[in-house]
């Protein structure tokens, strides 16, 4: 059944939109060390608006559009959630295929030591996209730590906060062209990388 008017499923969008930055801010503070278990519940309840929303019949292109998109990033961030978790962990599906990232069955995991959470990814990137960096301040001071935890590993000296913070205004307002940009800290062979791209656009050295 359609939306019943298109301001009404503009807002369902916006929600969802709030649901999924939600989501990755919550996933980057767990990568970073700062929550103590994945965001099961946030996951399912994005999960479970995508499933409801792709069951409409959407007559507004634009509308349609729009969500598709919600529907792809999502994807690709479930995507990049389960490598940088299995390489991380050595985590693999069980013998019914289960994922990484579908929450265990009872009882729960035991719950991780801190050093292990505060742990970054060791073999592939962390990707963060921010907007306002003013109001996704929980996501930059995550993406902060998790630089600052790499850094660490690898011997490199730590960049001041106030630093980090003046590089992440200059690349949002270089790169973002109304959208987002996407921060990501990977290392290799031995050494941090700090990129940032437009959403739809080339990485470059932060």
Not at 35 to 48: D, G, H, M
Not at 110 to 116: A, F, I, K, L, V
Not at 137 to 156: C, D, F, I, M, N
Request: hydrophobic residues 35%; charged residues 35%.
């Amino acid at each position: 059944m359609p939306p019943n008017t298109t301001s009404e499923f503009d807002r369902q969008l916006r929600e969802l939109e709030a649901e999924l930055r939600k989501l990755e801010t919550e996933y980057n503070l767990f990568f970073a060390g700062r929550l103590a278990k994945l965001p099961w519940e946030t996951r399912s309840r994005v999960e479970a608006l995508i499933k409801r929303y792709d069951r409409l019949q959407i007559q507004n292109t634009a509308e349609r559009f729009r969500f598709q998109g919600l529907q792809a990033k999502f994807s690709s961030f479930c995507e990049l959630w389960e490598r940088t978790l299995r390489s991380r962990e050595g985590t693999r599906p069980g013998a019914r295929g289960r994922s990484a990232l579908e929450p265990p069955p009872a009882p729960a995991a035991r719950p991780r030591e801190p050093e292990t959470a505060a742990a970054p990814p060791s073999g592939g990137p962390v990707l963060t996209t921010i907007r306002d960096p003013e109001r996704d301040a929980e996501k930059v001071r995550a993406l902060y730590e998790q630089l600052s935890e790499a850094r660490r590993q690898a011997g490199e000296s730590e960049v001041p906060f106030e630093r980090f913070q003046e590089v992440v205004r200059a690349q949002v307002s270089k790169l973002s062209r109304g959208g987002e940009v996407v921060f990501k800290v990977s290392t290799k062979d031995g050494r941090v990388a700090f990129t940032a791209k437009p959403a739809d656009g080339e990485s470059e050295e932060a």
